[in-house]
Nanobody
Framework: VQLQASGGGTVQTGGTLRLSCVAS????????MAWFRQAPGKARDFLAA????????AYAESVEGRFAISRDDAKNTVYLQTNSLKPEDTAVYYC???????????????????WGQGTLVTVSS
């Protein structure tokens, strides 16, 4: 499975961006897709996830109510709508795919099998 993330850029505080992640290759077994982010010098943190069958979603508390994850099955694409952006949202945003359902929650970074290359989001004050 290959993942291509796009949609990052530079916005002012309060701005919005819509990130996209297109999955290609053997995607028929996808269980869930997720977005994480990593700021310089910090760990890669979970943001949001969505299951491919049923569309169950999960969000980190830090972004719930501001960010929204969605999917387009026909395009094998997952989106992250980011609203009311703050300077602390500045990071490289990564998408990831989990192939199989596991006992671990959707926020568990180690449960994801494939990662995209990341797209940079910069929020200026």
């Amino acid at each position: 499975v290959q993942l291509q993330a796009s949609g990052g850029g530079t916005v002012q505080t309060g701005g919005t961006l819509r990130l996209s992640c297109v999955a290609s290759g053997r995607t028929s077994r996808t269980y869930a897709m997720a977005w994480f982010r990593q700021a310089p010098g910090k760990a890669r943190d979970f943001l949001a996830a969505i299951t491919w069958s049923g569309g169950t979603t999960a969000y980190a508390e830090s972004v719930e109510g501001r960010f929204a994850i969605s999917r387009d099955d026909a395009k094998n694409t997952v989106y992250l709508q980011t609203n009311s952006l703050k300077p602390e949202d500045t990071a490289v945003y990564y998408c990831a795919v989990r192939i199989n359902q596991t006992p671990f929650g959707l926020a568990y970074r180690g449960g994801y099998d494939y990662w995209g290359q990341g797209t940079l989001v910069t929020v200026s004050s």
